[in-house]
């Protein structure tokens, strides 16, 4: 397994981590997911997708916040993902980014998982133990 550091960007209120993952790329937004901060998360997206990673991990667990314009940053690279065959899965979303999901109906395009390791268990031809969700 690659653990290492693919890229990042930063701004004051969003850092965005990117890895790989076998086939995966593991993208890890923190802070704040808005109008302002919406790019620093769809460029390394695109970037990944460029590259040839049509399977996005989204790691959401240090999200704090996220409006509509991050919603569509989602929705936008999810379509890219599914059109190169893969898609884009979130994992450990905090209450309050999942609450948007949820109120906007995003939640049932997205698949879902608990956690990181979740999604990567979930991968197609994972060899790897993981937990389950729930």
Known sequence: MDR???????SGRLLVEVREEGSSAV???AGELDHHTADLLREPLES??????SRLVVD???LEFCDSTGLNVLLG???KAEAAG????????????????????????????DGVEAAL????????GGGGEG
């Open 48 to 53: 990944c997708l460029a590259k040839g990673f």
């Open 86 to 113: 893969g898609g884009v899965h979130l994992a450990g979303m905090l209450p309050v980014v999942a609450r948007v999901f949820e109120i906007t109906g995003a939640d049932a395009v997205f698949t879902v998982h």
């Open 121 to 128: 268990a979930d991968e197609p031809g994972h060899a790897g």
């Open 77 to 79: 690279a999810r379509l």
């Open 60 to 62: 959401c667990s240090r």
């Open 4 to 10: 290492g550091t693919v890229g990042s960007a930063q």
């Open 27 to 29: 993208v890890t937004p």
